[in-house]
């Protein structure tokens, strides 16, 4: 791995502000339709308003800092949810998940593919340092199949009802178009983000390592708090088998994370902790009256 020199870097760099600041303005148009997404998915299982599920999904992305590959994105946004509606919001999460993932996969193996011949290596991953995850991920599968079976079995059947029904009134299709809509806007904010480092590499170069880092990223069993070094790493390593020089990558590829999990993830936060603690506070104030 190249070793990335910062603050010599940060001395000699000429920083493009505008393009930064296009990254940021972007931000929530990134999750605006993530959360038109959810919306859609979701059909008439729920009444939540547009503003409310953009919380919802700022929620979902806080917890989601915690585990792996943002499983806990499905916990915060269910948090939001009554019971009765849950195994919907659920339905709806996994559903748009599969669909982001779906375009990053197309993207990323159209351009590993014909980036191929131009790379002496391709990038990987060392399974061994995975094994202890693996394990307990087999006995946690082991553990459902044998004990946990009969105590979600209801919810999955909800689930599949869900996904049945929005299969049937064209939502799926509208939620992909959706997430492609997303993809396009995180690719371009990644892109500006380059720009603003400093890259001059040709734009078609630019959305190339954009695809391959956000291809290998997706497959990166860390949670987004953690996850941001391996970013860090694997943007570096791709940038140099394309025209992009690996401390601009390295610098982008951290401010990508910045932009589009830290901060939404600490105002999810708040929404969370602020949501409970009314809702701790009503519950005392009820008990409070009625006694």
Known sequence: MEQVDLLAWHSTAVLDWSCLLVALILLPVNWGLEALKFRTLLATASDLKLARLFQCVLGGISVSMLLPNRMGEWIGRLLFFPANQRAAALSATWTGSVLQSIWIVMFG?????????????????????????????????????????????GQIQAMWDHFRNILGNGAVTAAGLWALLRYATYSLQFVFLLRFTGVSAPLAELYAFASLVFLFQTILPLPPALGWIGRLELAVFIGGFLMVPPVEAGVASLLLWTINLALPGLYGGYLLLNQHLYKHLDHVRASFISG
């Open 109 to 153: 193996a159209w351009v590993l593919f014909h980036s191929v011949g131009r790379m002496d290596v391709l990038p990987y991953v060392n399974l061994g340092s995975f094994w202890p995850l693996l394990i307990v991920l087999g006995l946690l599968s082991v553990f459902l199949l044998l004990f946990g079976w009969s105590l979600v079995r």
